[in-house]
């Protein structure tokens, strides 16, 4: 579970990630849905990096389930969210769209994951089983190696959380500017409001 997470499922979110970016770019994020799109995307990066990260840090048990899980669902309404909030004001082409499922699923992926591997410890949340939950946060053994978790939260840093202050920056800077919004196709907000 560590290595699919490790070298296959983080590696793809990073990659989605930095590709949402682009798209962003592109359909001028900052001058049509602006800050408010741009703060959802830092409250889904906040709600999905717990799930898809833990594994790789902490023993899974009981209190770690629960708590990705938890955290799998709560993004995941904050993706509905940000479609119903996003869709009137910017145009979301087929790409992005595509791009928005690689960035959806590794926090169930991970979660499932760790489920199927520790279903004791699931079964035990709901009092099944003949293990009992455990809820102690406890680092994993072994640790990944120290090399991997610096060439890992680099590339986080890189193509993950430095675009995504440029992001931010450039939407701070329309809604100063007064230009959020003035982008957004005339036909969105009539097309979305009959819905």
């Known amino acids: 579970m560590r290595r699919l997470t490790a070298w296959f499922i983080v590696p793809l979110w990073i990659g989605a990630g ?11 994020i900052e001058t049509t849905s602006g800050l408010e799109e ?23 048990n009981a209190g770690v389930l629960a708590w990705m899980t938890a955290l ?3 993004h995941e309404a904050t993706v509905l969210f940000d479609l119903w909030f996003t869709a009137p004001r910017r145009a979301i082409p ?10 959806e699923a590794p926090p169930f992926l991970v979660t499932a994951a760790a489920i199927s591997t520790h279903w004791d410890q699931f079964r035990a949340l709901f009092g099944r089983g ?19 978790i610096i060439a890992m939260f680099a590339t986080l840093t890189l193509l993950g959380a430095l675009p995504h202050a440029d992001e931010l ?3 701070i800077q329309a809604k100063k500017a007064g230009t959020a919004g003035q982008d957004t196709p005339a036909c969105l907000p009539e097309v979305y409001s009959r819905s």
């Open 18 to 28: 930095f590709a949402d970016y682009l798209w962003h770019r592109r359909t001028r």
């Open 72 to 74: 799998s669902v709560l």
């Open 38 to 60: 741009g703060l959802t995307h830092s409250l889904m990066m906040l709600e999905a990096a717990p799930p898809v990260l833990a594994p790789l840090f902490l023993e899974i």
């Open 94 to 103: 087929a790409g992005e769209q595509v791009t928005h499922t690689f960035l």
């Open 130 to 148: 003949s293990e009992r939950p455990r809820f102690q946060i406890r680092l994993q053994h072994p640790s990944v190696p120290v090399s991997n």
């Open 169 to 171: 920056r450039r939407c």
